[in-house]
């Protein structure tokens, strides 16, 4: 049975370790108070200006979220991917980057949007990526909540280094992505993309922008120093 320990989502996968990942992500959710799972991603599609096609991903990335990812992607090959969230679940955040990159959608971040986490991985896998002059995209380790302390997982980190290099990314993105702890974000801009090596383009004139949908996001809400430091946007 799938859990979600804010950063990363665990499944019974048959190995000692992933089971024992598994029970201390149970334990965190109860320890935290969260009886109830946050509502999934928003995901929505629209059709803007001059004809084009966009898919709306906003707030907590949960698992069921890449097959509803998956409708939309099938009958809308074409469409630009507009991300705004500050992240969820790592499994279907990597599924949802993986039918990004097979059916080569472009993904943008707009100014006054904010990615992070498991959203910026969907964000890396588009061809081409946009990312505004003022919009916010950062990434941070892989996680699991134990009682409400937020612990590193190397299965999870694992997890991105193979996902980003079937992206045909460097080990250096794979490091930008999960040198920052989990109470941390390290924030991609243009003066240091070079060296994280994770080119990305600015946003068009000519790329449609759709009213930015409102975030509502239960991950940052129940995680209120993740929701300072995406709001700060201390790059």
């Not at 946050?38 to 991903?57: C, K, N, Q, W, Y």
């Not at 980190?157 to 080990?171: I, R």
């Not at 390290?186 to 090596?197: I, P």
Request: hydrophobic content about 40%; proline content about 5%.
């Amino acid at each position: 049975m799938p859990v979600l320990a804010f950063g990363i989502r665990q499944r019974f996968w048959g190995t000692d370790m992933r089971s024992r990942l598994l029970w201390l992500g149970a334990l965190g959710l109860a320890a935290s108070g969260l009886a109830a799972m946050p509502a999934s991603a928003t995901v929505e599609h629209s059709t803007l200006d001059r004809g084009v096609e966009a898919i709306f991903i906003t707030g907590d990335i949960l698992d069921g979220d890449d097959a509803r990812y998956g409708e939309f992607s099938r009958r809308f090959p074409r469409a630009v991917i507009y991300l705004e969230s500050a992240g969820g679940s790592l499994v279907p955040a990597i599924e949802i980057g993986k039918l990004v990159r097979a059916r080569h959608h472009a993904t943008a971040v707009l100014d006054g949007s904010t990615c992070t986490s498991a959203c910026a991985l969907i964000w890396i896998a588009g061809t081409p990526r946009y990312l505004g002059q003022q919009g916010r995209l950062g990434f941070h380790a892989s996680y699991a909540d134990e009682g409400g302390r937020l612990v590193e997982t190397g299965v999870g980190n694992a997890m991105v280094g193979y996902y980003l290099s079937q992206l045909d990314l460097s080990e250096d993105a794979a490091v930008f992505a999960t040198i920052a702890s989990p109470y941390e974000i390290n924030w991609l801009t243009a003066d240091n993309s070079g060296e994280a090596d994770i080119p990305f383009e600015a946003a068009p004139a000519s790329l449609s922008t759709p009213q930015r949908p409102a975030s509502t996001n239960p991950k940052s809400v129940s995680n209120p120093h993740m929701l300072r430091k995406a709001q700060a946007g201390d790059r």
